[in-house]
């Protein structure tokens, strides 16, 4: 049975920073495709980045220069350090394993940028 669970979410004042992390089980990273995904109030699941398991990695252009995705293949988590963050990320942030045709999720962790 696969298992993302998500953690790091929380609020945070505009230009302020967080790390949320994903840690697997049923699954490997580092055989997968691993990406975030996010989903504001009344708006599509989009996805924000992901890295292949030989290490590329993909953003969203919203987010380049902004935000950076790891993986730790030891922990068998992936990470997505958020930097410079805007009002605008607000959003559920979900984690992502793509791994033969199939995608599995995590339960969404929730990112609030305000003052």
């Known amino acids: 049975q696969v298992q993302l669970v998500e953690s790091g979410g929380g609020l945070v004042q505009p230009g302020g920073s967080l790390r949320l992390s994903c840690a697997a089980s049923?699954?490997?990273?580092?055989?997968?495709?691993g990406g975030w995904y996010r989903q504001a109030p009344g708006k599509e699941r989009d996805m924000v980045a992901t890295?292949?398991?030989?290490?590329?990695?993909n953003y969203a252009d919203s987010v380049k220069g902004r935000f950076t995705m790891s993986r730790d293949n030891a922990k068998n988590t992936v990470y997505l350090q958020m930097n410079s963050l805007k009002p605008e990320d607000t959003a559920v942030y979900y984690c992502?394993?793509?791994?033969?045709?199939?995608?599995?999720w995590g339960k969404g962790t929730l990112v609030t940028v305000s003052s």
């Open positions: 890295i292949t398991s030989d290490g590329r990695l």
């Open positions: 049923g699954i490997i990273f580092g055989n997968s495709v």
């Open positions: 992502n394993a793509h791994f033969i045709f199939t995608d599995y």
